[in-house]
C-alpha cells in the first residue's frame, strides 16, 4: 500500500486559489490518486480522483506529473466554506484497507 | 437519495459495558467498511464487507470488537467490556466496485465516549 505524505496545516484567504500537495513515491501502476475532504463533526468527502495528467471537476482540479510520485489538488478561488481537512489517498481497486494519514488542515481566513 | 446513516450519533457508556454502533449503507452499495478516527487523527480502517463477506479482519484493534453484515446491507460493529481507549468517532462507508479506486460514501459517525 503507497503511504503518502501531505503538509500538516496551510492557510490561504478567501478568493486565492490554494494548491495541496501530496507526496507518494512507492505508488504502484494500478494506483490511482483520490482526494477527500472532511468537515469537523461529519464523514469524508470525496472531491476528485485521477490516474496522470490533470483531471477537473466542478469543485476543483488534480494534477498529476508524469512520474506520479506527487500529485496536487487545486482549490480555485476558496472561500471560508473550504475550511477543512484534506486527504489524499493512493490505491486501487484492490485496496480496501487504505492508509488514511492525518491529512491537511485548510483554514481560510476573511 | 438517502446516504449512509448511523445510530446512534452519540453514545456514553460506562467501562466495562458493551455497545453497538449501527450502519444502514446506500441502496445496492456492496461493499461496506468501518472506520475508527480519534480527534484529530486520520482515519484507522477496522474492517470491510464485499456482501456479507467480511475478507479481512485484521484491523479489528483485539478481540472485543466485532461486526456482522446481515443482507448484504445493514452492518453492526460489537465492541464488549468497553475501556476508556475505544473512546473515539466510528464512522461507516459504502461504497459500489468501480474501475480505479472505489468512491466512499460515509456516514455521519458515531461519536463514542467510554466514562
Known amino acids: 500500500l503507497a503511504k503518502t505524505t501531505q503538509p500538516i496545516s496551510m492557510d490561504s484567504y478567501e478568493g486565492q486559489e490554494v494548491n495541496i500537495t501530496c507526496s507518494h513515491n512507492?505508488?504502484?501502476?494500478?494506483?490511482?490518486i483520490t482526494w477527500y475532504q472532511q468537515f469537523p463533526s461529519q464523514g469524508p468527502r470525496f472531491i476528485i480522483q485521477g490516474y496522470k495528467t490533470k483531471v477537473t471537476n466542478e469543485v476543483a482540479s488534480l494534477f498529476i506529473p508524469a512520474d506520479r510520485k506527487s500529485s496536487t489538488l487545486s482549490l480555485p478561488r476558496v472561500s471560508l466554506s473550504d475550511t477543512a481537512v484534506y486527504y489524499c489517498?493512493?490505491?486501487?481497486?484492490?485496496?480496501?484497507?487504505?492508509?488514511w494519514g492525518a491529512g491537511t488542515k485548510l483554514i481560510i481566513k476573511p | 437519495g438517502a446516504g449512509v446513516s448511523q445510530s446512534p450519533s452519540n453514545k456514553v457508556t460506562e467501562k466495562g459495558k458493551d455497545v453497538e454502533l449501527r450502519c444502514d449503507p446506500i441502496s445496492g452499495h456492496t461493499a461496506l467498511y468501518w472506520y475508527r478516527q480519534s480527534l484529530g487523527q486520520g482515519l484507522e480502517f477496522l474492517i470491510y464487507f464485499q456482501g456479507n463477506s467480511a475478507p479481512d479482519k485484521s484491523g479489528l484493534p483485539s478481540d472485543r470488537f466485532s461486526a456482522e453484515r446481515t443482507g448484504g446491507s445493514v452492518s453492526t460493529l460489537t465492541i464488549q467490556r468497553t475501556q476508556q481507549e475505544d473512546s473515539a468517532v466510528y464512522l461507516c462507508?459504502?461504497?459500489?466496485?468501480?474501475?480505479?479506486?472505489?468512491?466512499?460514501?460515509f456516514g455521519p459517525g458515531t461519536r463514542l465516549t467510554v466514562l
Open positions: 512507492n505508488i504502484a501502476t494500478n494506483d490511482y
Open positions: 489517498l493512493v490505491g486501487d481497486d484492490s485496496n480496501y484497507q487504505l492508509i
Open positions: 462507508a459504502s461504497s459500489l466496485p468501480t474501475s480505479g479506486l472505489d468512491t466512499q460514501y
